[in-house]
Structure formats: structure tokens, C-alpha cells
């Protein structure tokens, strides 16, 4: 049982370039979310989902895509990279039926130049 | 938006001493509360949380307590040991994004000095 998994851990684009990064859990969980960390500050709801198919915004949407075609995989999209996102993106997922407690992702940082 | 907020953002304490870690909240609505440890270089990890319908929960060494008339929540560690060095967080659910989701506030960093 590997839990959530992310990648890639490191990653550095350029303004303007695209990419996705990668959240997987075998948990069979429901409910996904992605959040983003800066410096000195707590963690930050980008998008979340609450099943296959269906995708809601979080606190700090702009400039982040996502979608939800399996139970297992999360990934969000990047579509034109700015200096803001850079930031260590956290995936994580939680079983909303039996409790809120969410399992997080080791983190990808990501540094856009 | 929520608003989880923590009155010190760093905390140095003695090997062998208890720490207390603070966190007011905002929303009257969240009836769940979660704190998260988080080591350098790594995702958050689950410590302890509590219902809206309790005062007080005791983990192994650790002990959350809710006072939902002031909006306050602490996290205590007893006997705090190197490996508790961290940045704790607290969390609360709800507000306008639904219930299911978590709202942080800004952490604090223990320090644990041998």
C-alpha cells in the first residue's frame, strides 16, 4: 500500500512553459484535493475532487487546470508557467465516509524561472 | 475566506519538557479540527484531531484540546523529544469550498534543544 504518490519531486520550467504533475493514491479514496505551500506560509487549497468525473476550485484556482477520469489519479495541469507558482505542491486524499483526515503526498517543488 | 491562524510562529523548548502549541480559528461552523506535523522536506503528517462535540483528545504523548467559546485549539506533547523538531499545523474543515475540504493556518516551529 504505497498511499499518495507524486511526481515528479523536483521540477523547474520556464515562464510560460506547461506541465503536469502527477498524484496518484491506491487507497480507493474518494476525495482528492491539491494544495500548494510557500514560504512561511500554511497550505493553500488549489482544486479538489470529490469522485471520478467531478472537480471543484479551492481557495487559489488561477493558472491550475485538473481533472478526474479514475478514483486513482489527480493530476494538475500547469498551462503557462509563472514566476507565482513557484511553490512545493502537495496532492492529498481522504475517505470523506469515515473521516475528514487527509493522507498527503510527499510534495513536488516546483521552481519556474 | 477562513481564517486558522496561530498566536507564536516558533517555539524552543527543553528536551524532557511539555510543549503547547496554539491556534485560534474563525469559522463557528467547522466541527472538525486536525493537527499535522510536518518534517523538513516532507508531506504532513496526521497527529491528532478532534470533533466539534468534544473538549479533549489524548494521543500517545499527545493531547488536543478545543475550546469552542473563544475559538481556541492547542496541540500539548509530553516529554517532547528531539524527533518532535518540526512545523506543526493546525486545520479546521468547512467554509464556503464544503465541508470535506481543510483550511490551515500559518504553523509554528518547534525547536527542541537537547
Known amino acids: 500500500n504505497a498511499g499518495v504518490t507524486q511526481t515528479p519531486k523536483f521540477q523547474v520550467l520556464k515562464t510560460g512553459q506547461s506541465m503536469t504533475l502527477q498524484c496518484a493514491q491506491d487507497m480507493n479514496h474518494e476525495y482528492m484535493s491539491w494544495y500548494r505551500q510557500d ?51 502537495f496532492c492529498a486524499s481522504s475517505d470523506p465516509d469515515t473521516t475528514y483526515e487527509q493522507y498527503f503526498g510527499p510534495g513536488t517543488r516546483l521552481t519556474v524561472t | 475566506g477562513e481564517s486558522v491562524g496561530l498566536h507564536l510562529p516558533t517555539l524552543s523548548v527543553q528536551e524532557g519538557d511539555n510543549s503547547i502549541i496554539n491556534c485560534a480559528y474563525s469559522n463557528s461552523a467547522s466541527d472538525y479540527f486536525i493537527w499535522y506535523k510536518q518534517e523538513s522536506g516532507k508531506g504532513p503528517q496526521f497527529i491528532i484531531d478532534i ?63 537537547p
Not at chain 1, 484556482?61 to 511553490?87: C, H, I, W
Not at chain 2, 479533549?56 to 492547542?74: A, C, D, P, Y
Open chain 1, 39 to 89: 514560504p512561511g506560509m500554511g497550505l493553500r487549497l488549489i482544486h479538489y475532487s470529490v469522485g471520478a468525473g467531478i472537480t471543484d476550485q479551492g481557495e487559489v484556482p488561477n493558472g491550475y487546470n485538473v481533472s478526474r477520469s479514475t478514483t486513482e489519479d489527480f493530476p494538475l495541469r500547469l498551462l503557462s508557467a509563472a514566476p507565482s507558482q513557484t511553490s512545493v505542491y
Open chain 2, 51 to 113: 470533533r466539534s462535540n468534544m473538549d479533549k483528545r489524548q494521543g500517545q504523548r499527545v493531547t488536543v484540546l478545543l475550546n469552542k467559546t473563544v475559538k481556541h485549539l492547542s496541540l500539548q506533547i509530553a516529554a517532547t523529544q528531539p524527533g518532535d523538531s518540526a512545523v506543526y499545523f493546525c486545520a479546521e474543515n468547512g467554509g464556503p469550498t464544503g465541508a470535506n475540504n481543510l483550511f490551515f493556518g500559518t504553523g509554528t516551529r518547534l525547536t527542541v534543544i
